[in-house]
């Protein structure tokens, strides 16, 4: 089931039998070219138009073609304007257009995806969002580990239930029995960011400027849910999520300061439900670190996404430097306002790892 969820997060169906499956050979090149946006419901909304155009001043999508030109592959990206830097970012990982495309052949596209950045005069290649998993990375790439937790909804209620820890079945109870309600509705935008903001600046992080979350909630209409727990009239917890039949991504979440007891876990479940309910296909609960110390902030999330009953999707998350006086710049700034970006704090782990993608 979990090798399916590997292949189907990063492929496409064909629409109408466009796409037919192909027999490949290992070691088979796969060039990168730019192709038009022809986005449907059944891939991520991160590939989307309305998405890309919300969060890049230029943004499209790179083929992956084989020797006899059928395309293979597409990775979106967006290019972000910053003073003097153009920095191209990934907001979702390699869709793949057939089953039979390697990792092997997954990692000579994006050799070849790089060019093609190159060419539009890209400075660097920073760190994706983070939902992003890629199998592999190009040559040359700075990478780092890194996973997320995704529960199949397509089971019964039932087999999803029995598949959440006990200890979080059991908070979920204490706050249906403390009448906590969770409500959904863009009548809670306004609340959720700053909630949002709160939770951030707990924890010493910043936030978007409430225009461009705005703009951002707004700009993707349908395929965006705000959700909030809301205990005796007081908002407790918010979840921002964006979705297509693909998936649901969970992408923003923050809370009050001490919650009412269950209120966030009540909330993930009935979002799980929510989706299932309307064909949804997978709740992503949108990156995790691997193998984080016990007793770190990070352990703790982990242990918090783990028990919906997900399994830990692993892969990569990567930079490239295109312009080495600027790639330094960046790297240097980054780690002077947090410490470094997640492939900085995360990158020491890569030597260790003996594993690949979760099957």
Not at 20 to 39: K, N, Q, T
Not at 101 to 122: H, P, Q, T, W, Y
Not at 156 to 173: A, F, M, S, T, Y
Request: a neutral charge.
């Amino acid at each position: 089931m979990w090798q399916e969820y590997n292949e189907e997060r990063r492929s496409c169906p064909s629409a109408g039998g466009r796409l037919s499956m192909l027999a490949v050979h290992v070691g088979d090149l796969i060039e990168a070219i730019r192709v038009p946006i022809d986005w449907h419901p059944g891939l991520s909304i991160y590939a989307s138009e309305p998405f890309l155009r919300s969060v890049g001043d230029e943004y499209g999508w790179i083929g992956g073609v084989d020797s006899s030109q059928k395309l293979r592959c597409i990775l979106p990206y967006t290019i972000i304007k910053k003073a003097f830097f153009r920095m191209a970012r990934f907001r979702v990982e390699t869709i793949l257009l057939d089953d039979g495309l390697d990792v092997e052949m997954e990692k000579s596209f994006l050799n070849s995806a790089i060019d093609c950045l190159r060419s539009l005069g890209a400075d660097m290649i920073i760190p994706a969002s983070n939902n992003t998993i890629f199998r592999t990375y190009p040559d040359g790439a700075v990478a780092a580990p890194y996973g997320s937790f995704v529960v199949d909804l397509r089971p019964d209620e039932e087999v999803l239930w029995r598949n959440v820890h006990p200890k979080h079945r059991n908070k979920i109870r204490i706050a249906s029995k403390a009448c906590v309600e969770v409500k959904t509705g863009l009548d809670y935008l306004e609340r959720s960011y700053e909630l949002l903001k709160e939770t951030l600046e707990r924890s010493s992080l910043g936030f978007l400027r409430y225009a461009s979350f705005k703009r951002l909630v707004l700009g993707l209409s349908d395929n965006v849910e705000l959700f909030v727990a809301k205990h005796d009239g007081v908002v407790q917890g918010c979840a921002v999520v964006f979705f297509s039949d693909h998936a649901a991504y969970y992408v923003y979440g923050g809370s009050i300061a001490k919650p009412q007891t269950g209120a966030m876990n009540l909330l993930h479940w009935e979002i799980m439900l929510h989706f299932r309910k309307a064909g949804v296909r997978y709740y992503d609960f949108v990156g995790v670190r691997v193998d984080p110390e016990e007793e770190s902030k990070q352990h703790g999330l982990m242990m918090f996404k783990q028990r919906f009953g997900g399994r830990l999707v692993k892969g990569y998350m990567w930079k490239y430097c295109f312009n080495r006086f600027k790639f330094e710049f960046y790297c240097h700034a980054v780690r002077l306002l947090r410490g470094g970006d997640i492939v900085d704090l995360e990158h020491h782990k890569l030597r260790d790892m003996n594993w690949g993608v979760t099957q």
